[in-house]
């Protein structure tokens, strides 16, 4: 699937981008100057709509099972898994949780067939985490769900 969408990862960086812009004008507004950003309170409610809609096809994708915090591991160990091996540290830094939390959601990924844990074997104290051809292709089917709006 990875081929057919070689662009996918470029449209990642320019939405993350786009987001980190918009978190920066939203930084500097006044409560109530959100209507300076966005041309219309029509539009709010258009992207509401697409966000419960990409939610809705992401619990279809793996259950409703996977937290926020699972999702963000899946997706750093898809951006991220062409270009280096994510250590199990790695992946709870991402994941922007406490350890404790990141740790159980690496488990339960593990438990559900989503990632593979695999020792590096230099340092077996080590452990890097894969992403099982199943998760692959949901975070594919997702991020392309995500960047459906804007096409």
Known sequence: MGES???L?????????AIDVLLSN????????????????????AIGKHYLSVLKSRD???G???SDSAWVILIDLY??????????????VASGRPPTTALR????????????????????????LKLTETARKAVEEHLIELTSASQ
Do not use: M, T
Request: glycine letters at 4%; hydrophobic letters at 35%.
């Open 5 to 7: 969408f070689p662009n």
């Open 9 to 17: 990862n470029n449209l990642l960086i320019d939405a993350r981008s």
């Open 26 to 45: 939203l930084s500097e507004q006044k409560p109530g100057q959100l209507h300076n950003l966005l041309a219309e309170p029509s539009d709010v409610r």
């Open 60 to 62: 279809r994708l793996l």
């Open 64 to 66: 409703r099972q996977l």
């Open 79 to 92: 951006v991220h898994e062409q270009n280096r091996n994510i250590s199990v540290s790695s992946a709870c």
């Open 105 to 128: 959601q690496i488990r339960v990924l593990c438990e559900f067939g989503l990632i593979d844990r695999q020792h590096d074997p230099r340092d077996g104290r080590i452990v890097y």
